[in-house]
């Protein structure tokens, strides 16, 4: 049988069991896949304490990586014995983890399986950001909000293989020093009081950037666009801090005819062809030691509840892996 994180009703980390479970079975189009490692995400404590209502039993998890026990009928495009990563399979929290053919990433010799089981999310993500939401390139100059955070770092790092000179905003000295060893050319710490579009103009000759990679949201949204050069693009990318409140749009027009965009990964990853494009990216760049990925955790799979609690509790950094 195999062996699972399962969850019988939503509620804290303590909901969170190890238990035997039927071996899935593949469908058609699928994939049965040994998990060799589940990427932990802030998504699987919403799902688990009922932010995002679940159906119960819930097996949480939709990150990892591991190698093809067996194929569902149809499936040419791998094989028993392939190392794949996936980041939108639910369930993944398990020894064995049913993924769709057609979302799985293949895995190249140099990328270890923990790599392989944590950067799909947050790599993705990095990576459709800096090519497609706002195309980066020589001659850019980028402002990234929390450039030690998980995306903020491999944003960076990408940004800067792109040829963009970045500057991010960190909450902290030990942060900043993580954004600076990422490549970031300047950084500086925000909080009460920080004038980060001044900053930002000063640092830019009064110019200001011309994009803004934006998770923080609500907390930053002004000082984005504030921040941005005429013609410049807010991307809007997620809402750490909370939603970022209606406002009027001729703010964009009497601000230098700025553009604003709020994308999700799932739009940006919709044929196979566009997703392998990003994975390629990715993987060349660690088998090529341009991107760097730090793991900052692992632990067993029947530790997490430990896992989520640290997590929550802001005890960790660096991605969160669980290994089976």
């Given amino acids: 049988m195999a062996q699972a994180i399962q969850a019988m009703r939503a509620g804290g980390p303590e909901v969170l069991e190890f238990v035997d479970v039927a071996d899935p079975v593949p469908d058609a189009g699928q994939l049965l896949v040994k998990t060799a490692g589940a990427g932990v995400n802030f998504i699987d404590t919403y799902k688990r304490s009922g932010v995002y209502p679940m159906d119960y039993p819930h097996i949480p998890g939709s990150e990892g990586a591991g190698t093809v026990a067996a194929v569902g009928e149809g499936v040419t495009s791998h094989a028993v014995g392939d190392r794949v990563a996936w980041h939108d399979s639910p369930g993944s929290y398990s020894t064995l983890a049913v993924v769709n053919a057609a979302r799985a990433l293949t895995v190249p010799d140099g990328v270890d399986d923990t790599t392989a089981a944590a950067i799909p999310l947050q790599g993705l993500t990095a990576q459709y950001l800096a090519t497609s939401s706002y195309p980066a390139g020589s001659g850019t100059t980028a402002l990234v909000h929390a450039g030690a955070g998980g995306v903020g ?172």
Avoid: C
Avoid at 184 to 195: E, I, N, Q, W
Avoid at 219 to 238: H, K, M
């Fill in 153 to 324: 770092l491999l944003l960076t790092q990408i940004l800067k293989h792109l040829g963009a000179r970045v500057i991010t905003t960190v909450g902290t000295d030990e942060k900043a020093e993580l954004s600076r060893g990422a490549g970031a050319d300047d950084v500086f710490l925000y909080g009460p009081g920080v004038d980060i579009a001044g900053t930002v103009r000063d640092l830019t000759s009064g110019r200001g950037v011309d994009v803004v990679y934006d998770g923080v949201g609500k907390d930053t949204f002004d000082a984005s666009l504030e921040s941005l050069a005429v013609r410049g693009t807010l991307v809007l990318f997620g809402g750490a801090s909370g939603q970022v409140p209606p406002f009027d749009i001729q703010r964009l027009n009497s601000a230098g005819s700025l553009s604003l965009t709020r994308p999700t990964l799932a739009h940006f990853a919709l044929t196979r062809e566009e997703l392998d494009t990003r994975a390629s990216m990715l993987f060349d760049g660690l088998s090529a030691g341009w991107l760097n990925f730090r793991v900052g955790a692992t632990y067993p799979l029947r530790d997490a509840a430990r896992a989520h609690r640290d997590l929550e509790g802001r005890q960790t950094t660096g991605k969160v892996v669980l290994i089976p």
